[in-house]
T-cell receptor
Framework: KQEVTQIPAALSVPEGENLVLNCSFT??????LQWFRQDPGKGLTSLLL?????REQTSGRLNASLDKSSGRSTLYIAASQPGDSATYLC???????????FGKGTRLSVIA | GAVVSQHPSRVICKSGTSVKIECRSL??????MFWYRQFPKQSLMLMAT?????????EQGVEKDKFLINHASLTLSTLTVTSAHPEDSSFYIC????????????FGPGTRLTVL
């Protein structure tokens, strides 16, 4: 059974810092991996989706990498801003027909 | 991008009553819909997978007689929490998926259920 772990559980950084969020998964035979943002009491916003054949995806200040063989992904946020404060969730899918399995998330606080 | 809506966004009910939550894919046909539950400061836990026109598949530990799922059309799935109890209070999020690659799941905004 696929299990997703995110480290750290919480992170507080001053504005302007670059930071890395980590995600690991137990079954490396994944179909794709997705990073989401969730604001308190709100739904999910998809940030980046990486297919199993890809190594990374970039969107603005966000860069997500995937090392499928080692079961790891990282989300890099450059020049963090207070508006980046949220919980970041990593999720993987094992096949096209199976649902996303989520980690517990990293709660990020960016201090102005 | 594809939009998924949920209704209601927030509901408060008395213990013992039933609550229905609707999930709609607004601009695409979803062959598969998923229902997740999220407790405070926890991650999303999959409750069930439903395919249009067939019975839902429930995850281990989820009572199918308590959480009734109906996927009546390619744009609508409903989750009914029957005889709700305070421990059912949670954030319920639906997700819809198009058939075929890239198999992206689109998420609704969630429904906050509070059972008194």
């Amino acid at each position: 059974k696929q299990e997703v772990t995110q480290i750290p559980a919480a992170l507080s950084v001053p504005e302007g810092e670059n930071l890395v969020l980590n995600c690991s998964f137990t079954d490396s035979a994944i179909y794709n991996l997705q990073w989401f943002r969730q604001d308190p009491g709100k739904g999910l916003t998809s940030l980046l989706l990486i297919q199993s054949s890809q190594r990374e995806q970039t969107s603005g200040r966000l860069n997500a990498s995937l090392d499928k063989s080692s079961g790891r992904s990282t989300l890099y946020i450059a020049a963090s801003q207070p508006g980046d404060s949220a919980t970041y969730l990593c999720a993987v899918r094992n096949s096209g027909n199976t649902p996303l399995v989520f980690g517990k998330g990293t709660r990020l606080s960016v201090i102005a | 991008g594809a939009v998924v809506s949920q209704h209601p966004s927030r509901v408060i009910c008395k213990s013992g009553t039933s609550v229905k939550i609707e999930c709609r894919s607004l601009d695409f046909q979803a062959t598969t819909m998923f229902w997740y539950r999220q407790f405070p400061k926890q991650s999303l836990m999959l409750m069930a997978t439903s395919n249009e026109g067939s019975k839902a598949t429930y995850e281990q530990g989820v009572e199918k007689d308590k959480f009734l799922i109906n996927h009546a059309s390619l744009t609508l799935s409903t989750l009914t929490v029957t005889s709700a109890h305070p421990e059912d209070s949670s954030f319920y999020i639906c997700s819809a998926k198009l058939a075929g690659p890239p198999d992206t799941q689109y998420f609704g905004p969630g429904t906050r259920l509070t059972v008194l």
